[in-house]
């Protein structure tokens, strides 16, 4: 029990009990009783805690400190863990467990090797003890960018909206949505980045256009059929003009197999939620909120995206998936899978992908590497900001 007010550290108050200690067991009564005043005083005990103190062995080391045994050594788990973390973009806890076996084979091709008996123990940390370890080097992303989708009215009624919620029990089903690079204006002309995003394994391939048009649009499209692991079997857009436009209309409705296709509700945004969810974490934090006015980084961000990002996200990059939601006295209750999965692993397990495909998914996924995929994203990005910079520059000039 503390009196007065006394504010005193720890570390003082055990310099202090050392100084006097020894006095204290050599002196009389009477000099016992005004080194007890001095030492109450001084630190703030009450005189029968600072007895207890001043008549037991004085301590050498500091306590033990009380409750389990630390199991994971920051110094140790740390730095590997760290080096996981920043090389996957900073994952969250959960989805962090669930990439840390990939992840730790070719950490261990690029650096040490880890040792059995640590990588079992580090393979069984808990989510909550990723955040603990991770606390100081967690970084924030609060920004928000502008909505450049204006709804269309060419095609409103030859495109039905969809009823209920999406297909997400098979491989096929695909939403597409549009992200503006604008910073804060949607005045002028300036890239788009195009997200399109497969339901069932959350498979994403981003496409950068210059200014929307039907025409660029379209041929993303069709170069994407071409290249993904699985067969559209229906497409869904917001209401956009690049989207609603006769083009792309004959080819999704006049091809030999009519393609079913939907529509958002007008500034709707969860009608789009699996591809509105992607454009932050695939296009935003990766491009940020800048505005790119020049139609040279079109070639540089497609350089990006169909190559080093494609196979970084939709390889290494584990995700939850909603299995049912389900209401309750008026409250939603959602229900994700246990373990959360790339969207490589959800193609390579599902029946409605042919075995042709899925080794050559696994081959491709053999040889790829995480790590050797981040570094050479950074080298990418560092690369199309210096082009920017220097064409806002020459642009300034003019």
Same mark, same amino acid.
């Given at each position: 029990m503390v009196t007065g007010t006394t504010t005193m550290s720890l570390s003082s108050k055990r310099e202090c009990l050392a100084r006097i200690h020894g006095r204290y067991q050599r002196a009389g009564r009477p000099h016992k009783s005004r080194i007890l005043s001095e030492f109450c005083a001084t630190c703030g005990y009450h005189r029968k805690a600072a007895l207890r103190l001043l008549n037991q062995p004085l301590r050498t080391t500091p306590p033990k400190r009380s409750g389990p045994k630390i199991t994971y050594d920051p110094a140790v788990v740390l730095p590997v863990l760290k080096a996981v973390w920043l090389a996957s973009d900073q994952l969250c806890s959960k989805l962090l467990k669930a990439a840390l076996p990939a992840w730790l084979e070719h950490y261990e091709r690029r650096s040490a090797p880890l040792g059995e008996a640590f990588k079992k123990k580090l393979l069984k940390i808990s989510p909550a003890q990723i955040d603990r370890l991770l606390s100081t080097s967690r970084v924030k992303h609060p920004r928000k960018g502008l909505c450049a989708t204006r709804p269309g009215t060419i095609l409103r009624r030859e495109v039905p909206t969809r009823g209920g919620p999406p297909d997400t029990g098979r491989p096929g089903s695909v939403e597409a949505d549009t992200v503006a690079h604008c910073d804060d204006s949607t005045e002028g002309d300036y890239v788009n980045s195009l997200t399109f995003t497969e339901l069932y394994s959350g498979w994403t391939e981003n496409r950068a256009v210059w200014n929307k048009s039907a025409d660029a649009v379209l041929g993303e499209l069709k170069a994407l059929e071409k290249v993904v692991p699985y067969t559209m079997k229906d497409f869904h857009? &917001? /209401?956009?003009?690049?989207? $609603?436009?006769w083009a792309l209309h004959r080819h999704l409705t006049k091809r030999e197999v009519k393609m079913p296709?939907?529509?958002?509700? @007008? !500034?709707?945004?969860? &009608?789009n939620a699996h591809c509105e969810q992607k454009n932050w974490t695939h296009v935003r934090q990766v491009f940020g909120h800048d505005r790119f006015e020049h139609?040279? $980084?079109?070639?540089?961000?497609?350089? $990006? !995206? @169909?190559?080093?990002?494609?196979?970084?996200? /939709?390889?290494?990059k584990p995700t939850f998936k909603l299995l049912k939601r389900e209401k309750k006295e008026g409250r939603a209750k959602r229900v994700y899978e246990a373990t959360p999965k790339t969207p490589y692993e959800r193609l390579v397990e599902s029946a409605d992908i042919p075995e042709a495909k899925k080794r050559e998914l696994r081959d491709r996924h053999a040889k790829l590497d995480p790590f050797e995929l981040k570094k050479n994203i950074e080298i990418k990005l560092k690369k199309f900001f210096i082009v920017l910079g220097n064409l806002d520059r020459e642009a300034a000039k003019l």
């Open positions: 857009t &917001d /209401n956009g003009t690049e989207f $609603l436009n296709w939907t529509r958002s509700r @007008a !500034y709707r945004k969860n &009608d139609p040279e $980084l079109v070639g540089m961000m497609n350089g $990006l !995206y @169909a190559v080093e990002w494609s196979q970084f996200t /939709n390889h290494f």
